[in-house]
């Protein structure tokens, strides 16, 4: 068989194929998964058949084989299945696991995929199945002996091969939040035995996913209604301020320094300051007073945090201050209330929701975790290549969090004495997170200690990483390894490609139009007014689903409670952008239904018992969506306030 060109048609078969053909569980195998991985289909189909492994019957009947670990032929064969009862055998491994309504599972090894088959055949059809296996070959053996095209054609089963961590996360990473609820493994003994560096390079990466994973949902459930306040307190600016959309490309091919705060930041800032003018020097918002104190003006300063204790980053700037700001309008507003230079506000889709009126369409960057993933974005959109980064340690180099200098010393200085250094204080905030501690390879594959935090920062950069066409030079001369970036001394970094002068354009920042706050009111007028028919309309439907649970053996009167509902429901459609906003203010509930509805699916519940189960979870939504419609209504009255007070005119 050989590869088309034409890969569109790939998934139908003429009619009468599957007779025909002398091979048909490889037919119809290849023909579904050109439709869901043409890729990996591509790579089986490739396989000449003298490459396939030779099998032999099993006393049931199925077939088995056997390999030598690692290739080799002076290895003892290993039988990937059983020479009497394969089927049985796959049967009794998944007895052995405890299925419940996990909603995915990944598979470790496929063998012939007799163990795959029987648990898909167990779980629900909603259930998430991720298949890890090296071997192609062994695959395209398997698909030549037994029909999956219907488990294919599910797209509920997804294959892994290549011992790669980026590949991983972007399979992974689109399902995170099912694999958040669970995400259970299911181990075939003998595939372990043939391929144990794999397998176990394998677990360690889906145990830093997982982590990677419960970090961003608390992250989102704990930071999604700070984030809608921020950007309401923000609006006015967020209308005035110019966007990134002046910056596109503006650094074309000229190279950016991105300076972070980590620990290695004391062995080369030194270097920075011969830098102006030759690289586009970014600094993440905990260093730019440090920088600006040793004669170093970065020309982009990063801010993103809720907080308002990241205000102090802010406190001690000069007045005329040249650095501009390109920041999140989540970020708390005391940071815009204090920062003297000029102000650039990144695109959101809750601030365009809110004004929408207006039509303001500022692009975006794509969402980072911390400042210093935005400072990699800024970089990216000003099309700056090479890309350097400096005290980006992502671990706790030389047992210090932060380099000396920055505001957190501020914070310690009543408690500093010669019995309590800086370092002691930094130490004690390490030993603090002792319990979410993690050692990765530094840049000399040794071991550093991070966190879980950390590491999931990380984790971002490296998958950013895998997808960017510039060159990326880790020049922090410590700290964690990022994968995808080429590890370089920073004067090196510097005299390899500093060398031109920049083109001139950091002088056409336009300033705030503070003319836009006062046209930013009738919007939110127009949104307050939604947030009350939000709960109005909650309110309403609240009795009818209650009426329906006590009454669901009185189908007719459900019926007619139903239609009521549903007319409510068609009014509240209309009010869907404003909706999208208010569930904003209750993520907690919204991933509550959604595991709710997962887990229904799954569970194939039919009739009232289906109905008792839909009836509880939309209480308990329309309960919380009655709660989170009145926040938003006084988060609305406060911005109107700010407004029409003008306390956020600049």
């Keep these: 068989m050989t590869a088309s060109a034409d890969d569109s048609s790939r998934s139908v078969l003429p009619a009468g194929a599957l007779a025909a053909s002398a091979d048909p569980p490889l037919v119809a195998n290849l023909a579904a998964l050109w439709a869901v991985d043409p890729l990996l289909a591509e790579l089986l189909e490739s396989i000449d058949d003298a490459d396939v492994y030779p099998v032999t019957p099993s006393r049931a009947g199925p077939p088995t084989l056997s390999l030598a670990a690692g290739g080799s032929n002076d290895a003892k064969p290993i039988f990937l299945h059983s020479r009497f009862e394969p089927i049985r055998e796959a049967a009794a491994l998944i007895d052995s696991i405890e299925i419940g309504d996990t909603p995915a599972f990944h598979l470790l090894g496929f063998g012939l995929g007799y163990h795959v088959q029987v648990l898909a055949d167990r779980v629900s059809r909603q259930t998430m199945l991720v298949v890890f296996e090296p071997d192609l070959r062994l695959l395209r053996t398997a698909f030549a002996h037994t029909d999956f095209s219907r488990l294919i054609s599910s797209r509920r089963l997804f294959f892994s091969w290549k011992p790669d961590k980026a590949e991983l996360f972007r399979l992974l990473t689109p399902h995170w939040a099912l694999l958040s609820v669970g995400f259970s493994p299911v181990t075939h003994g003998p595939s372990l035995q043939l391929h144990p560096d794999y397998f176990q390079q394998i677990k360690i990466w889906i145990g830093e996913f997982a982590s990677y994973t419960r970090t961003t949902m608390n992250t989102l459930v704990l930071n999604s209604n700070k984030t809608a306040r921020n950007v309401s307190a923000n609006i006015a600016r967020y209308a005035g301020a110019p966007s990134i959309a ?28 011969d830098l102006a003018g030759r690289a586009v020097l970014i600094a993440v918002q905990t260093t730019l007073q440090p920088l600006l104190e040793i004669g170093v003006r970065p020309d982009f300063v990063t801010s993103l945090d809720y907080h308002d204790i990241c205000a102090r980053f802010f406190e001690k700037l000069p007045p005329d201050l040249r650095t501009e700001l390109v920041a999140e309008p989540k970020a708390t507003r005391l940071i815009f209330d204090l920062n003297p230079g000029p102000l650039t506000l990144v695109g959101n889709d809750f601030a365009e929701s809110l004004l929408r009126e ?73 030993i603090r997170d002792r319990y979410i501690l993690r050692k990765v390879p530094d840049q ?207």
């Design 444 to 650: 000399q594959g040794h071991g550093i200690y991070t966190e879980e935090r950390l590491f999931t920062y990380l984790q971002q950069f490296e998958r950013e990483f895998s997808r960017s066409k510039a060159i990326l030079i880790d020049a922090t001369e410590g700290g964690a390894l990022k994968r995808g970036t080429k590890i370089m001394k920073l004067s090196a970094a510097i005299e390899t490609y500093c060398t031109r002068p920049l083109p001139e354009g950091f002088g056409d920042h336009p300033g705030l139009d503070a003319a836009m706050a006062e046209k930013c009111v009738p919007s939110l007028h127009a949104r307050r007014d939604e947030g009350r028919r939000i709960e109005q309309l909650s309110k309403e439907t609240l009795p009818l689903l209650n009426e329906i649970r006590d009454h669901l053996e009185d189908q007719p009167r459900v019926n007619r409670v139903i239609a009521r509902i549903d007319a409510l429901r068609a009014l509240m459609d209309e009010l869907g952008r404003t909706y999208d906003m208010v569930v904003q203010l209750t993520q907690k509930s919204e991933l509550k239904r959604f595991e709710h509805d997962w887990r229904l699916a799954a569970s194939g519940a039919s009739g009232i018992d289906r109905q008792r189960r839909q009836v509880t979870r939309d209480i308990e939504n329309v309960t919380a969506v009655i709660e989170a419609a009145a926040a938003f209504q006084s988060l609305m009255d406060e911005s109107i306030a700010g407004l029409q007070e003008g306390a956020c005119a600049k």
């Design 358 to 430: 207006m039509e303001l369409n500022k692009p975006s960057l794509p969402a980072g975790a911390t400042v210093a993933h935005l400072a990699y974005f800024l970089a990216e959109h000003l099309a700056c290549d090479p890309i350097i980064f400096v005290g980006q340690d992502l671990a706790f180099s030389d047992g210090l969090c932060y380099t000396p200098g920055t505001s957190y010393e501020d914070v310690w200085r009543p408690e500093l004495s010669r019995f309590c250094t800086v370092e002691m204080k930094q130490w004690e905030q390490i």
């Design 246 to 273: 002046r910056l596109k490309n503006r650094f074309a091919k000229y190279p950016a320094v991105i300076i972070s705060a980590g620990p290695s930041l004391r062995k080369n800032k030194h270097l920075l300051k």
